[in-house]
């Protein structure tokens, strides 16, 4: 398997955190999405249906769109889908994910560090932001993880931006159900931080077959 990704991109360490804490051998393919579109490597392009990190390539075939990838990989490797009678569950948190916090959270961050907005977007992305977390800090009051048959993909999206809660001016301490679950994801056994996970390094040619 070969994964497209970019340091930043909390959409690509999804990925990235699941082949990790599978141990699922793979390749890692760093993106520079400050380039333009045609001078990004030519096979990214081609692999990238939207332009987008992530990407996945595994068996010839092409994926796209981080909560699509998670839920092709957990049924794939069999690991991180949580119970059968739960797969319900999983699909419900990545489709709240990529409407809540996968996007209150991400443009509030790119907003801050990279792309000034007005002071009435950031107020209106900071309180969805606030209220995400506050909806996850209770979901994890009474249970572990987001299933409660232990940890799954519904937590790696959903906490994939988290991470960096800290460049938004946000103490996950806040929040300590929370902060507890995020405890719990970093003990997780091969687990690491996005920057680490997504830093460019120079790709592992070993692996770089889509196989």
């Not at 990838?69 to 990545?94: D, H, N, P, S």
């Not at 409660?148 to 946000?170: H, N, R, T």
């Not at 902060?179 to 120079?202: E, G, I, K, S, Y």
Request: aromatic residues 10%.
């Amino acid at each position: 398997m070969l994964l497209y990704g970019s340091t930043d991109s909390g959409h690509s360490y999804k990925i990235r955190a699941f082949l990790l804490l599978t141990a699922s051998p793979h390749a890692y393919q760093w993106i520079d999405l400050a380039l333009p579109q045609s001078h990004r490597l030519a096979a990214f392009v081609a692999a990238s249906k939207f332009g987008e990190v992530p990407v996945l390539l595994d068996q010839g075939q092409a994926m796209c769109q981080s909560n699509a990838i998670l839920m092709y990989l957990a049924q794939r490797v069999g690991k991180l889908a949580g119970a059968e009678t739960e797969w319900q569950g999983v699909l419900e948190w990545l489709s709240w994910e990529s409407n809540r916090i996968g996007f209150s959270l991400p443009n509030l961050r790119y907003a801050l560090r990279w792309s000034a907005q007005p002071p009435e977007v950031l107020h209106y992305l900071r309180q969805r932001v606030l209220a995400d977390l506050a909806r996850l800090d209770a979901a994890v009051s009474a249970q572990d993880f987001l299933l409660p048959s232990g940890p799954s993909i519904a937590d790696l999206s959903c906490s994939a931006y988290l991470f960096w809660l800290d460049q938004v001016g946000i103490d996950e301490s806040a929040y300590p159900h929370l902060q507890r679950w995020l405890a719990r994801l970093r003990a997780l056994p091969h687990w690491q931080h996005p920057d680490l996970a997504m830093q460019a390094v120079a790709p592992d040619t070993s692996l770089a077959r889509d196989e």
